[in-house]
């Protein structure tokens, strides 16, 4: 690849005026580039040992200049040594040279150009070759010093590991047995050394789980290093979007949910032979489920040996869950570690605000710098719960910092960018200490050296469940004792460490022994649809390592029916299936194969893959105005889905103009660049599903027409990957020497303020951006992200009601006093919460005005039912993704939606009153319409729409199923039936139908019934009085009366006349004389039998009543549809059909 | 490009001093992938597993040609003086090497074990 560069080099040579040899002695100047060039053109050669041009030719004359210098010190002191020295009598020893020259301790020889070629190389001065020659040796021989050196070492620490003690014991133990489990602290090695125990033990199929992505690629480069195989290929790695799995690798580094995947496809697991479970003690959902489902599979595969890892926490549980299985057990590697109490007392009492007091930090900082000599080295890490409480400590520290001069304070979160997160690992300058602020990130999950002083606050925040509100809460707990100790181990991995504990000894005893496992804290959700697919059976009943709590499950599979994925008798439906094949939250999933249907894939990939992803706007962008400014173009109002949607399709456009830098441009909004490439990773693999389940068809080629332009791009890739391989192959990330405050402050690191000149060369490269464009075909994206800016007004709304459709029922209503309050005080209600906020980074938190209904109600009338229950048509709600509680409680991610036609299409439970002008949408919002000839209307409307929605989603997801199921047979029985796809233009009338009732402008009430109201809203169960007829209001179904809610079922949704109201009671009562314009038809009839009557006549159905008789469109067993009626006018019991009642009822008028 | 078959170990090249071990690709004086540079002695070679570039090798050891025992050349194990020698053989024969050889031997330590010594096993 460096041929032409080379070759150029040497025709310029031939061209030169050759110094005389005389000239060139006397002379000679080795600095001089020519002569350099002569030198390299002859032993530098594209075959040689070393390069021209190379970093090793560099690297060679900085040598050589060394050298010379330390040559030249050295005066010549050749003496000869006594000639007549007697010859050894052994053989080896007897021929060795007397005159010393360190030239014989060098064990190789270089070839010079005149022992090969003759024609090269013979115009140097044969004095000045020898010396080059000799100096070229030395530096091969330091060169094979300097790499044997650091192989030693590196086997020396391998061997010095707590755990090399224990390698042949854990293969001896594997022999015997099928599962092992090894328990040891952090830093005994076990991650690294077990897995190259079993490869050098000539163990291949080798499975290594890990709970983190992060951790799988760092531990095969490791262990791919360490097993001196590093550009081999035995060790490999496989994750969501990366393997460097090939033929050759004989151990592969996973996460647990990877391998979870894999057992679904091939439940035996027949590609491996050792598995290996890492962390088994953090307790994370899938690595319990995981335990479970080879607690099963073990006795079905013999010949499978399973290795538990574990920190030594609470082993018995590992290895009784396993039959008993042995338990080798290393100890850890930690210097003792003084642990110091301090708890904090009631001060903070009085400054009860929600910010955490920095003061209790600040003195460990104070008590370190008075007792510790600036000198004597050791960086602090400090445990805090959350980033709010690093936050505020952070600025306190700072101050602190900037007084003394001694500190250097750092932040580490999961929501740091990654170059921020990196800057831990850079050294503090002489006579400075590291400050690390972290949440319990730093306790397993990333090792910082040279830590000596540990703070822990004891607290912790996280996620817990609330499985009744469907509801996830990041709350503050006091740590376990496990965590405790983790977090103290911390202080001694190098050296005697401190650990200051904020709490007393005895609140230190009062602490349960381990963290909650997740499958505790967590919505179960996900788990259950993946427990489904796998076929493991009744979740309930599957033999947890520790069962979840059984409310938690028993949600999560109510959610799961709610949503479609279950029926009712807890199998999967189609879209279950699918859902459980798509990494992602169910809501998401549903969006996904919604938005296929309606050929909106694209627009709806884009979006799914940002809602999954954590959000791209970085903190620090929350308060500058420029960064708030430079993205207002790309806000939409329609929603924060859209304003993702827009981020991500301009970031694009950027991208494929070469000429603009998309960090630069994603830094000016406040972007962080990596959640963006997250999101296309996530949009590729989601595409990627929905091929594979034939939801989208398979990517067109789109590759230029001619041969010049492919060609192009072919030199393009080419070009990319060249860039990655010396990126990979140079040295990675230096580490870098950090600054003080002042200059460090500004969040922008050292590489963003110099200019290009000054950055070394291999930064200049952004690496993400050459992944980004060799993993991704920009062109197609491109041209997606074009697209979305020409959808028209019908598409997005469309999409709009596919994002509603898939987040449904996670709904809020606005309180009706907003249009009365601040901003920021706009609160929100859902039906298990009251009080929500709108996320500061959410568009309606700016602009909450367009949530507002036309006419804001007047203020002063101190709120009566009149000023809230205002009728517009501009009522909207809020879809959001998710509802997150910290100090408040915040709707992420948000769609408005117009409220009467999102609750008549989606809700699970429809309720009405006798002429349906109320309605009451899944027993907590209540919909009063002023006209009831409308109400009904449009509830049929709906009606009708939803069941051909339904149809077609389901026709969709039977030809797929079928599709796959053909696939996977082969065509083996060619006779069965195809499930025929859904057909555009079918698509396109429900669209536009869905759309024209979108569009539809209703005045309606909207409220939020009171718990009181919600409690006795139905009339309940009752002697049936009176049956409607309305065939064509509810097509063909026959109506039963509603065992609970009184009133009739006309579908699984809709219960007529079950609201328990004052007007049901006349409901009767407003029969007037009406004349049907169509059929002449006269008789006293109620709104909703007008309604029905008209559009079963409009419909060409003979509506008229007594026609049912004639045409009997119900040949279903009639006993079944009668009911006990006792007639009010001639007092008399009778046991009707609905129809009958009515005619009957007609006789008295 | 080196293939697959060139750089798979031929076996394991342990140290009989310090019980160094590491795979090794080749044996002999003329490593593989270069023509510009040959060992003088027959040599234990491995690929160079710190440099990306696939033809740096690297020498692990070679035998004393003293008393035959392979060795590495770590500084504490062995030395090269036109020919290999383990660091035991030198101290038995100092006469026979110069003066410079044996000031240099003063300054090494002995070699520091690689092996560890194994623990009980709880599952036997
Ligand atoms: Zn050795
Ligand atoms: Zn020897």
């Avoid at chain 1, 100790?485 to 504990?501: D, I, L, M, N, S």
């Amino acid at each position: 690849m460096a041929a032409p560069r080379a070759r150029e080099a040497r025709g310029h040579r031939d061209h030169r005026r050759v110094p005389s040899e005389e000239e060139a002695l006397e002379k000679w100047d080795w600095d001089r580039a020519e002569t350099r060039r002569l030198f390299e053109d002859a032993f530098f050669r594209d075959e040689d040992y070393i390069r021209q041009g190379s970093e090793d030719c560099h690297k060679f004359w900085a040598f050589f200049e060394r050298l010379q210098r330390f040559q030249s010190l050295q005066t010549s002191r050749k003496e000869e040594k006594d000639p007549r020295h007697p010859k050894h009598r052994i053989p080896a020893l007897a021929d060795l040279p007397h005159t010393y020259d360190p030239r014989y301790r060098i064990n190789l020889s270089v070839l010079g150009p005149d022992m090969r070629d003759t024609g090269r190389g013979s115009r140097l001065p044969p004095k000045r070759v020898s010396e080059f020659r000799r100096a070229l040796l030395h530096y091969l021989d330091f060169g094979q010093k300097q790499a044997f050196g650091r192989l030693a070492k590196l086997q020396r620490e391998r061997a010095a590991l707590p755990i090399a003690q224990y390698g042949d014991c854990i293969l001896q133990t594997l022999k015997q047995h099928q599962v092992v489990v090894v328990a040891g602290d952090t830093g005994c090695g076990k991650s690294t050394q077990v897995p190259q125990y079993l490869l050098a033990a000539g163990f291949s199929h080798v499975a290594c789980t890990q709970p983190r992505r992060i951790a799988c690629i760092s531990l095969a480069k490791r262990v791919g290093f360490e097993s001196l195989s590093q550009y081999g290929s035995q060790v490999g790695y496989q994750i969501r979007f990366e393997s460097t799995r090939s033929a050759a690798t004989k151990i592969v580094f996973l996460t647990v949910g990877l391998l979870l995947r894999q057992i679904q496809r091939e439940p035996s697991l027949p590609q491996y032979k050792v598995l290996i479970v890492d962390e088994v003690h953090e307790r994370q959902l899938h690595s319990d489920f995981l335990l479970g489902v080879l607690q099963r599979l073990l006795p079905t595969r013999p010949d499978l040996k399973v290795v538990l890892m574990s920190a030594t926490i609470n082993i018995a549980l590992f290895s009784s869950y396993f039959g008993n299985a042995p338990v080798v057990q290393v100890p850890g590697r930690l210097f003792p570690i003084t642990v110091i109490y301090q708890p904090q007392e009631a001060e903070q009492t009085a400054s009860k605000s929600e910010k955490l007091d920095p003061r209790p930090f600040l003195r460990v900082l104070e008590a370190i710098d008075n007792k510790y000599a600036a000198e004597e080295r050791g960086d602090l890490l400090v445990f805090l719960s959350g980033m709010a409480e690093i936050g505020a400590v952070l600025e306190a520290a700072q101050t602190y910092a900037s007084r003394t001069q001694r500190w250097v304070v750092l932040p580490l979160h999961s929501a740091l960018s990654v170059a921020d997160q990196d800057k831990v690992f850079d050294v503090a300058p002489p006579g400075v200490r590291k400050c690390i602020l972290s949440t319990n990130i730093a306790e397993t999950s990333v090792t910082i050296e040279g830590i000596r002083f540990v703070v822990d606050s004891g607290k912790v925040k996280e996620m817990s469940y609330d499985p009744q509100a469907k509801l996830q809460r990041l709350q503050e707990f006091w740590i376990s004792q496990a965590s405790a100790e983790q977090r103290k181990g911390r202080a001694g991995r190098t050296g005697p460490g401190v650990c200051y504990r904020l709490y007393a000894e005895s609140d230190y005893d009062a602490f349960a022994p381990y963290p909650v496992p997740e499958i505790r804290r967590v919505a179960l959700d996900a788990l259950v649809l993946q427990m489904k697919s796998m076929s493991v059976g009744d979740p309930r009943t599957f033999p947890f390592i520790e069962p979840p709590p059984p409310a938690s499950l028993e949600t999560a599979i109510q959610y799961l029916r709610d949503q479609g994925a279950l029926d009712a008798s807890e199998a999967l439906t189609p879209i279950g299936c699918l859902l459980a094949q798509l990494p992602v939250d169910v809501v998401i999933g549903k969006m996904l194969i919604l938005g296929s249907m309606f050929s909106l894939a694209e627009p709806v990939l884009t979006i799914a893959a940002a809602l999954s992803v954590q959000s791209p706007f970085t903190r620090s962008a929350q308060s500058s105005l420029e960064c708030a400014a430079a993205r207002r173009p790309l806000e939409s109002d329609q929603g924060d889905p859209f304003t993702l949607f827009n981020v991500f399709n301009a970031w694009v456009q950027v991208k494929a103009e070469r000429s603009r830098n998309s960090r630069k441009w994603c830094r000016r909004r406040g972007v962080e660049e990596h959640r963006l490439y997250e999101m296309a990773n996530l949009r590729r693999q989601f595409k990627e599903l929905l091929e594979d389940h034939g939801l989208l068809a398979g990517a067109q080629e789109a590759t230029p027409g001619d041969s010049y332009s492919r060609l192009q791009q072919r030199l393009e890739r080419r070009a990319l990957h060249q860039l990655k391989r010396q990126h990979e192959e140079g040295a990675g990330r230096r580490r870098k020497v950090l600054r003080l405050q002042e200059e460090a402050d500004d969040g922008s690191s050292d590489e963003d303020r110099a200019g290009p000149a000054a950055r070394r060369a291999d930064d200049s490269v952004d690496i993400q951006d050459v992944k980004f464009k060799l993993r991704h075909n920009l062109e197609q994206l491109q041209a997606a992200a074009s697209s979305a800016q020409a959808l028209t007004r019908e598409q997005l709304l469309l999409l709009k009601l596919v994002l509603a459709r898939g987040l449904y029922p996670q709904l809020a209503v606005p309180d009706p006093f907003n249009s009365g309050r601040k901003d920021s005080d706009q609160i929100f209600h859902t039906q298990a919460k009251q009080g929500a906020v709108l996320h500061p980074t959410s568009v309606f938190a700016s602009s909450p005005e367009v949530l507002h209904t036309e006419e804001p109600p007047a203020t002063g009338a101190g709120g009566s039912r009149d000023d809230k229950d205002k009728m517009s048509s501009k009522h909207q709600l809020l879809a959001f993704v998710s509802l997150l509680e910290t100090n408040k409680l915040y709707l992420v991610n948000c769609v408005r939606v117009p409220a009467l036609q999102s609750l008549l299409l989606f809700s699970r439970s429809l309720d009405t009153n006798g002429d349906c002008s109320r309605l009451v949408a899944d027993g907590w919002l209540e919909l009063q319409l002023v006209d009831s000839e409308g109400a009904v209307r449009l509830l049929g409307a709906a009606l009708r729409l939803r069941a051909r929605w339904e149809s077609a989603l389901d026709r969709q997801l039977s030809h797929q199923a079928w599709q796959q199921q053909r696939q996977r047979r082969q065509r083996l029985e060619e006779d069965e039936e195809e499930a025929a796809p859904i057909s555009r233009t079918e698509v396109a009338a429900l669209s536009r139908e869905l759309l024209q009732f979108m569009a539809t402008k209703v005045p309606c009430s909207l409220r939020r019934l009171t718990g009181l109201e919600a409690q006795n809203l139905y009339v309940g169960p009752q002697t049936v009085t009176a049956t409607p007829s309305l065939p064509g209001l509810f097509g063909s179904s026959t109506l039963s009366p509603h065992p609970t809610k009184g009133g009739y079922s006309v579908t699984d949704f809709l219960t007529y006349n079950c609201l328990s109201s004052d007007t049901d009671l006349y409901s009767d009562c407003l029969r007037t004389f009406w004349t049907c314009p169509r059929c002449d038809l006269h008789l006293p009839l109620t709104p909703l039998e007008r309604v029905a009557h008209e559009s079963a006549c409009a419909a060409g159905l003979d509506g008229g009543p007594g026609a049912e008789e004639a045409a009997p469109e119900q040949p279903q067993k009639p006993s079944a549809l009668q009911r006990p009626y006792r007639c009010d006018a001639c007092h008399r019991d009778f046991l009707f059909t609905p129809t009958e009642a009515l005619r009957h009822r007609r006789q008295h008028m | 490009m080196a293939s697959e078959a060139e750089r798979r170990p031929l076996g394991v090249f342990e140290c009989q001093l310090c019980g160094l071990t590491a795979p090794y690709s080749y044996v002999g004086q003329k490593p593989p992938n270069t023509q510009s540079v040959v060992l003088l002695e027959e040599s234990y070679v491995m690929k160079d597993p710190f440099s990306p570039d696939r033809d740096r090798f690297l020498v692990l050891g070679a035998q004393c040609s003293v008393c035959g025992r392979l060795v590495c050349v770590g500084p504490e194990c062995s030395l090269f003086y036109s020919k290999r020698f383990c660091l035991p053989c030198v101290r038995e024969n100092l006469g026979a090497f110069p003066a410079e050889i044996r000031q240099d031997l003063e300054k090494r330590k002995a070699p520091p074990s690689m092996r560890s010594s194994g623990r009980a096993c709880p599952g036997t």
